[in-house]
Nanobody
């Protein structure tokens, strides 16, 4: 079965950095579009970044220039490097695997940016 296990969340001060990891199993990782989404309290879940099988990336405008998504197909892992974190980046971050016809989600990891 599909499994997505996120790690790397935590508490960080504004301006700090975190790297999230998502270890995947149970599907053809190299063919999937892998994404990171986030959901803050009282808000809808939103796309943060995604990376296609060929390496093309998309980012939300709010994180461009600060966050970098990458994938290691040999390790079946997708990463989200988050730099210059802001208070408004506080949310639960979810890993997503999209391989038609299925979209799968991890359990989420909390990122809190606070002084």
């Amino acid at each position: 079965q599909v499994q997505l296990v996120e790690s790397g969340g935590g508490l960080v001060q504004p301006g700090g950095s975190l790297r999230l990891s998502c270890a995947a199993s149970g599907f053809a990782f190299g063919l999937a579009v892998m994404g990171w989404y986030r959901q803050a309290p009282g808000h809808e879940r939103e796309l943060v970044a995604r990376v296609y099988s060929g390496g093309t990336t998309n980012y939300a405008d709010s994180v461009k220039g600060r966050f970098t998504i990458s994938r290691d197909n040999a390790k079946n892992t997708v990463y989200l490097q988050m730099n210059s974190l802001k208070v408004e980046d506080t949310a639960v971050y979810y890993c997503n695997a999209n391989l038609f016809p299925r979209s799968s989600w991890g359990q989420g990891t909390q990122v809190t940016v606070s002084s």
